[in-house]
């Protein structure tokens, strides 16, 4: 009994380790993944921002970190590829210049930061 309680304990700590795929910066704060902020290099941190700002108006960031978690576009299902990515970024602009008198909308310049910082992660994600 006693060699059995150090493998139990093991096994109840790693349930309750996030799991991501490769060294994706995202943390599990109970309320499923987030990004980390904090894990990410000091020259995306201002990407990082771009990105919590504009994208978390319509849907949360927590659909986005189960994408590179899975490896799988959250409504589509297509595999998480950079082509993936890019074709999402331009559907998301398209969406938000129907909201532009709630300035929600998305500009060309904006989407730059954001599709740096979507490379990063699914460079990342492939580790």
């Known amino acids: 009994m006693n060699k059995l ?37 000091p020259s995306l941190r201002k990407d990082f921002d771009a990105f919590e700002i504009k994208c978390s108006r319509c849907h949360s960031l927590e659909r986005v970190a189960n994408s590179f978690l899975t490896g799988m576009a959250p409504i589509s299902g297509r595999p998480l590829d950079l082509d993936t990515i890019k074709s999402t970024l ?6 938000s210049a129907k909201h ?6 998305i500009s060309k310049e904006e989407i730059k930061p954001i599709l740096a910082l979507m490379k990063y992660f699914l460079d990342e994600s492939v580790k």
């Open 5 to 41: 309680v150090p493998s139990l304990v093991f096994l109840v700590v790693l349930c309750m380790c996030p799991v991501s795929h490769g060294a994706v910066p995202v943390v599990n704060r109970g309320n499923g993944p987030q990004f980390d902020r904090s894990r990410l290099p």
């Open 100 to 105: 532009k008198a709630k300035g929600q909308e």
């Open 90 to 95: 331009l559907d998301m602009m398209r969406k």
